[in-house]
């Protein structure tokens, strides 16, 4: 009698999808790492707060191109990946099998990040389409409330690294090395080194959920202090 190709229980099928989920919840965080690094790469040299009204105008007007794909394309993408990587770092800062209060952190943190986000791209999307049509003030007003998203940002970078970090050093999770580097940039989004910290954002996204995501055969020894 041969056997039956496929035939598989049905709930082990069920187990080895809910896994290869799991696995790609963090390594989300890679792809939002390599996003996030794009969009500020097309975007370094936007307008602030106290550059002048007809610079902002011509700045936005220059690069409609660019924002098109940073804040219709990139933003919205990276607004999705941190929803599945705040999930996944959710699940791995679980305690003693339980959830914990660091991975709710961090998952709102998550979702906090993401609305940021999605706001970005709406306002560069207004921004652009308002520059196109030669609406000057609605282009200074838009520009005037997106160099203001650093608000927003740092709190919720500040609860997502903040609340892995402590909550990695309790169940091993991550390195030590690499929690204590999460813990530093963490803080530094609740100072004035915000704007630097905020630079190691995407390769700290990179390293984490490239770490998070391997396949571990056993459960990691927590770090005792």
């Known amino acids: ?17 809910s896994d290869r989920f799991d696995r790609f919840l963090p390594f989300a965080g890679v792809l939002a790492g ?15 707060s ?27 993408l990276v607004a999705l990946m941190l929803v599945f990587f705040g999930a996944g770092l959710q ?21 906090l990040g993401a ?7 709406m306002l560069e999307g207004a921004a652009t389409n308002a520059a196109h049509e030669g609406h000057r003030e609605a282009v200074y007003a838009l520009s005037q409330l997106h160099s203001y998203d650093w608000l927003a940002f740092n709190a919720s970078w500040a609860a997502v690294l903040l609340a892995t970090g402590l909550g990695a050093r309790r169940n ?11 813990i530093v940039i963490g803080a530094s989004q609740l100072t004035p080194l915000g704007f630097l ?9 990179i390293v984490v959920g490239l770490w998070l995501s391997r396949r571990r ?8 202090s």
């Open 197 to 205: 910290g905020s630079l190691l954002i995407p390769p700290w996204l």
């Open 115 to 121: 609305t940021g986000f999605a706001l970005i791209g």
């Open 34 to 48: 390599l996003l996030l690094a794009a969009g500020l790469t097309l975007t370094y040299s936007i307008p602030n």
């Open 50 to 76: 106290e550059t002048a009204f007809d610079e902002t105008f011509s700045w936005w007007q220059d690069n409609r191109g660019q924002h098109q794909i940073s804040g219709l394309l990139l933003a919205p």
């Open 91 to 111: 699940r791995r800062l679980r305690h003693d099998s339980r959830d914990s209060g660091h991975g709710s952190v961090a998952f709102g943190g998550a979702i």
């Open 1 to 17: 009698m041969q056997p039956v190709v496929g035939s598989r229980n049905p709930k082990e099928r069920e187990l080895v999808v």
């Open 217 to 224: 055969k056993a459960s990691p020894e927590p770090i005792r």
């Open 172 to 182: 091993g999770v991550l390195p030590s090395p690499l929690v204590w580097a999460t």
